[in-house]
């Protein structure tokens, strides 16, 4: 897990290389409805259930903008640290495909809606940056269904004209691990705003991955060729890995990279030519003639500002500084809203270094066991802290809190009372302790004489039995305390 | 009672309202002239059906309070209307019937009209004689063999000829003034954004808006009035208060000043249309305005801006007419490409190719900034020179064609010439401003002609005022002599 230093390079058969990556990420806006109408969004509906007239690009239909799609676009622009542009406009991005009703999608093309902003990673060599080079509002095409009949293609609209953010970032990136770690940044920041769901399944989140490679020490960028609509980490990370390594050994055999748009086929593990830079659409963008231009207000960035959550990385800085977490801890905490949530709520009640141990532990463990998230989690944060309050209080040990924590689990009951009704709290009367531990040294001489004469070893034997005579309830730590004062007597 | 619908808009009104004819008798009325007048091929679809059942609705429960009481009208088939069959001209969507009204004709509905038909007009509102209607062209009532101009072509024969009491067109370059002066008819386009767009076929989107198309200037005032409003399903639509052109028409014109642009004075223009204009000059004088000289220098350059704007936005919005959700579809082709090849060459006609043709290229990467992008600063710098005049002046005068209207098959072996039609129409469109063609005067062959009065953005109140005054004191009479019965 830990690598201290970068250190992802290509070594070709007679240079090494360095990979360099761009994203432009398309993030589905949560809005209730269309960018241009008042069509539903909602995922797995009926097949063209959710298609208003305007969506089907009926004669006469005019778009109007929805304006909280417009807010959560600044949301995310303002998430990002970036700069929100009073002045935007609407273009179309003219080309024909069945389930593109209008014949042109309307997108943003020389001024988007917010301009240059930056990411922050946490790698294991530490922070780097990550810069965005803008964010623009566009329309989702519909579904084309090539697979239901043997001559017939089948159009479902019901996502055509919903609200895309295409994030587009610097080349900034260097390696799958950094596209892992900026993907899984960008989601947690919009969900965290609550303007992208960020679910790869359902397609929320997918990206066209920018790839080139240049000799280490370089400083010109080598010909980039771009992966189209990949909808995974894991298969960027495997495109990227497929990609780079094509271009390098190409070079080092002395050939071009030639500028183009490629597949990445998931099944075989390669990426393929989808079209060359000369055949390249031309997709005749130009201002729509429907839509004046956008005009945001100052107020409305201003007070929408003042409405953004905390987010991740000023999160993480207060965990670190208020709750004494490490680095490690305060990311994995802060990597969902709903843990972050959730570590807070049971930190309020209980020990918040103990409780950070705990849930990373045995909680995150049980969800992933369970496929379970933290948000219908069996456990509830108020259980959970009680539970670390017992353990840190000393009423029971770690050994009898994980058997209380499976029963949690399974009945969700309040941990209090099961350690009542099931006698499970730990013995901390140094008194009782005393009279037990007094009567298996007396049944034990011969060990304590051994043990006196050098044989130190034998005191986890005593420990032990002190642990079953007491059905493992006795305190340990006051446990090995009196064992000693009584061994030395 | 068939000199009834002789009668302007206005005074059909009076009638409903004192009772004296039933809205059921005026629509048979129309209906019976419209049915012996199908040589003009004004009409593309009757509504017969729907306007009785709808007048004896009316008669029942008459609302003369409404601002059309009853009044059937026909529309440019350029308009969807819920039910009934709306081609834009177009074998395309010769069969396309909506399931939604426009918002215009909505409003006509909400005053108490009711539709009588749907007219003829060029294919996607693109020409200027009617003649590239898929639906065959359009005859003018003034004459045998010559063209009611274009494109809402259908509009103004059917209203000169007495087949509808009034009626509306669109407007993108000229088609609502150009056809109403080759008619005789008075034609306003309205200031852009003060007439929703939403469910009128589009053609170019910046360009376009609807507008009325009236036997005189007063009912020029009711029509607009009607149709006028803010429609929160137009992005582009303005928002602003309903006026009442109607009610605060005057003839009152006294100390206005009125521009006369020198850059209006083309090439071989027919002496008749400047003697004209002098005409015109001298009556808005004899009644008190001032008349000052001005220039607007970049006039020259509308008519190539015009040709490239309104191509590109056509090219982009008939995008849609694709053969994949609704229209004509070509039952040829193997795949989804062929599919559209087949569809798009046979649904559309010449022109609209043309126009999607040139609309495309000067978009394609490496023309954008030399045509479109050009095209779009020149149109800024037309809009300026407007800008500056309207300090000095209160409107505008200008002839509204360059010549009267010409003979079927006339120019349409010269798409340039053609298109040259729109030379003093087409700069308004690029500025947004209104404008209203009233009729002036005949000819030598005795062919109306028309002037264009054009006003500061939502200043229609004050050009419809102008036009009221030339009107009183212009005596010009239509004499249209129902040859074709």
């Not at chain 1, 059905?471 to 007597?489: R, S, V, W």
Request: charged content about 30%; some cysteine; aromatic content about 8%.
């Amino acid at each position: 897990m830990s690598k201290d230093k970068f250190d992802y390079y290509i070594e070709g058969e007679k240079n090494k290389y360095e990979v360099i990556i761009g994203l432009e990420v398309h993030a589905q806006v949560s809005s209730n409805s269309k960018l241009f109408s008042g069509s539903a969004t909602k995922f797995g509906a009926e097949p063209n259930s959710q298609v208003s007239l305007i969506d089907s690009a009926f004669p006469g239909m005019l778009p109007v903008i929805n304006k909280e799609c417009i807010n959560q676009a600044i949301r995310t622009g303002l998430g990002l640290n970036a700069k929100i542009n009073n002045n935007s406009v609407f273009d179309r991005k003219n080309y024909f495909y069945a389930d593109l009703p209008q014949g042109y999608q309307i997108s943003q093309y020389k001024n988007p809606i917010v301009g240059e902003g930056k990411v922050l990673l946490d790698m294991p060599y530490g922070s780097k940056e990550i810069g965005i080079e803008r964010l623009h509002l566009e329309q989702d095409a519909g579904k084309s269904i090539h697979d239901m009949d043997p001559t017939s293609t089948y159009v479902d609209l019901n996502r055509s004209g919903i609200a895309l953010m295409e994030i587009v970032s610097k080349p900034d990136l260097r390696s799958p691990d950094e596209v892992n770690a900026y993907i899984k940044k960008l989601r947690t920041i919009m969900r965290y705003l609550g303007t992208c769901d960020g679910n790869m399944q359902e397609g929320s989140l997918r990206a066209d991955v920018n790839v080139s490679v240049r000799k280490v020490g370089d400083k010109k960028l080598g010909t980039r060729c771009e992966i189209k609509n990949v909808n995974s980490i894991k298969f960027m990370q495997m495109a990227i890995e497929y990609e780079s390594n094509r271009q390098v050994e190409m070079l080092d055999e002395g050939k071009k990279i030639d500028q183009e748009t490629r597949l990445f086929d998931t099944k075989k593990n390669e990426t393929r030519s989808m079209r060359s830079k000369e055949d390249a659409h031309d997709y005749r963008y130009f201002p729509d003639p429907d839509l004046l231009p956008l005009k945001i207000e100052q107020k409305l960035i201003d007070d929408l500002k003042k409405t953004l959550p905390e987010l991740p990385d000023n999160k993480k800085e207060r965990f670190i500084n208020d709750y004494g977490l490490n680095s490690y801890e305060a990311n994995v905490l802060v990597s969902e809203k709903d843990i972050s949530d959730y570590y807070e709520e049971v930190a309020k009640l209980s020990d918040k270094k103990l409780a950070a141990t705990w849930m990373m532990g045995d909680l995150f463990a049980m969800l992933n066991d369970k496929g379970l998230n933290i948000s219908n989690s069996p456990i509830s944060a108020k259980n959970f802290a009680e539970l670390v309050r017992s353990i840190k209080s000393g009423e029971i040990s770690g050994r009898i809190a994980k058997e209380v924590f499976e029963i949690m689990v399974e009945s969700g009951e309040n941990p209090k009372k099961i350690i009542e009704t099931k006698g499970m709290k730990q013995q901390s009367d140094p008194k009782e302790l005393e009279k037990i531990i007094n009567e298996i040294l007396t049944k034990n001489k011969d060990k304590v004489d051994q043990y006196k004469s050098g044989k130190e070893k034998l005191f986890g034997f005593f420990v032990g039995q002190v642990m079953k005579q007491s059905g493992g309830k006795a305190n340990p730590q006051l446990t090995n305390e009196i064992l000693k004062k009584l061994l030395k007597g | 009672m068939s000199e009834i619908i002789k009668k302007d808009l206005s005074e059909i009104i009076e009638l409903i309202k004192k009772k004296e004819i039933k809205s059921e008798e005026l629509t048979n009325l129309y209906i019976d002239k419209v049915n012996k007048s199908k040589k003009l091929n004004s009409y593309i679809t009757t509504c017969f059906e729907n306007a009785i059942q709808k007048a004896k609705e009316f008669d029942r429960k008459p609302n003369i309070n409404s601002l059309l009481p009853g009044i059937p009208l026909a529309v440019k088939d350029l308009f969807c209307t819920d039910g009934f069959k709306t081609t834009a001209g177009s074998k395309m969507l010769k069969n396309f019937i909506p399931k939604y009204e426009s918002t215009i004709t909505e409003n006509l509905w909400k005053e108490g009209a009711i539709l009588l038909g749907k007219l003829n007009c060029d294919e996607y509102a693109m020409g200027s004689s009617n003649e590239t209607s898929y639906f065959g062209n359009v005859i003018n009532p003034i004459a045998e063999n010559t063209v009611p101009g274009g494109s809402s072509g259908g509009s103004a024969s059917a209203l000169a000829a007495n087949l509808t009491p009034a009626t509306i067109g669109t407007d993108t370059g000229g088609s609502i003034r150009q056809p109403a002066s080759f008619t005789g008819t008075v034609g306003l386009k309205p200031t852009y954004g003060l007439c929703s767009r939403w469910g009128i076929v589009a053609f170019a989107s910046s360009l376009d808006q609807a507008g009325p198309m009236t036997k005189s200037v007063k009912d020029c005032s009711i029509m607009l009035e009607a149709m006028a409003g803010f429609d929160k399903k137009d992005s582009t639509s303005i928002e602003k208060k309903k006026e009442n052109y109607s009610k605060n028409l005057k003839t009152d014109i006294k100390g206005l000043k009125i521009g006369i642009p020198k850059e209006y004075r083309v090439e071989n223009m027919p002496k008749e249309i400047d003697e004209l204009w002098n005409k015109g000059k001298n009556i808005l004088k004899d009644l008190g305005a001032d008349i000052i000289d001005i220039s607007l220098p970049h006039t020259k350059y509308a008519l190539p801006t015009y040709y490239i704007v309104a191509p590109a936005e056509a090219s982009s919005n008939l995008a849609r007419y694709d053969g994949v959700k609704y229209g004509y579809r070509s039952s040829k082709g193997n795949d989804l490409i062929e599919m559209y090849e087949n569809t798009r060459s046979e649904g559309f006609g010449d022109e609209v190719k043309r126009r999607i043709l040139i609309g495309t290229y000067v978009l394609s990467s490496g023309y954008y900034d030399a045509y479109y992008l050009k095209a779009q600063k020149v149109r800024q710098l037309i809009k300026k020179d407007f800008d500056e005049n309207f300090g000095k002046v209160d409107a505008i005068l200008t002839p509204s064609t360059p010549s009267s209207a010409f003979k079927i098959g006339e120019k349409t072996n010269d798409p340039i010439s053609m298109y040259l039609n729109d030379i003093f129409t087409v700069p308004v469109n690029l500025a947004g401003l209104p404008a209203i063609s009233v009729p002036a005067g005949l000819d030598k062959k005795g062919y109306p002609l028309g002037l264009q009065l054009i006003g500061k953005t939502l200043d229609e109140q004050n050009i419809l005022n102008v036009a009221y005054a030339f009107e009183k004191n212009c005596n010009f009479k239509n004499e249209i002599k129902n040859w074709w019965l």
